[in-house]
């Protein structure tokens, strides 16, 4: 509602009738309305101003160059392999002590096999996406478009 408006009109309407969104009903409400609230005429003269300023403001596309993501040259995409690598290997033997450990301890039986179904369930889920986005990306038609 419009706080300003002697009648609290709503606000929604100005809007709705500038875009041409209203039935004609409310259209023509609402044009009656502005013509006798200097208030709801100034709101719809600023809207058009906005509108206006909106939609012919031009945008400078960026160069193709700077969405590239893919490494610059192949020492940057070897560190980021190797990178990628250790990272999935480091992981992997973190896991593999964590397990180890609890399965040694005296923990019992419950425990281990939260731990161990969780866990294994979580990697099956993760080799499952992996093997999504490998048979996709073979397949993919638009995986030599660029932007």
């Given amino acids: 509602?419009?706080?300003?408006?002697?009648r609290a009109f709503d606000e929604a309407l100005v809007s709705g009738y500038l875009d041409g969104e209203l039935t004609q009903a409310a259209e023509q409400k609402v044009r009656i309305h502005v013509e006798?609230?200097?208030?709801?005429r100034a709101l719809l003269a600023e809207l058009r101003t906005m509108?206006?300023?909106?939609?012919?403001?031009a945008f400078v596309?960026?160069?193709d160059r700077q969405w590239d993501e893919r490494p610059r040259?192949?020492?940057?995409?070897?560190?980021?392999g190797a990178g990628w690598v250790l990272g999935?290997?480091?992981?992997?033997?973190?896991?593999?002590?964590?397990?180890?450990?609890l399965w040694i301890s005296p923990?019992?039986?419950?425990?281990?096999?939260?731990?161990?179904?969780?866990?294994?369930?979580?990697?099956l889920l993760l080799i499952s996406v992996a093997l999504d986005r490998l048979a996709?990306?073979?397949?993919?038609?638009?995986?030599e478009v660029q932007k």
């Fill in 73 to 80: 040259s192949g020492l940057s995409l070897l560190s980021r």
């Fill in 1 to 6: 509602m419009c706080a300003s408006c002697p």
């Fill in 36 to 40: 006798d609230c200097a208030h709801c």
């Fill in 107 to 123: 923990a019992g039986l419950v425990e281990k096999v939260l731990a161990f179904g969780g866990l294994s369930a979580l990697a």
């Fill in 136 to 143: 996709a990306a073979r397949t993919d038609p638009y995986r």
């Fill in 61 to 63: 596309a960026p160069d």
């Fill in 88 to 101: 999935l290997v480091w992981v992997a033997a973190v896991a593999v002590y964590g397990l180890w450990q």
């Fill in 51 to 57: 509108r206006e300023a909106t939609m012919s403001t």
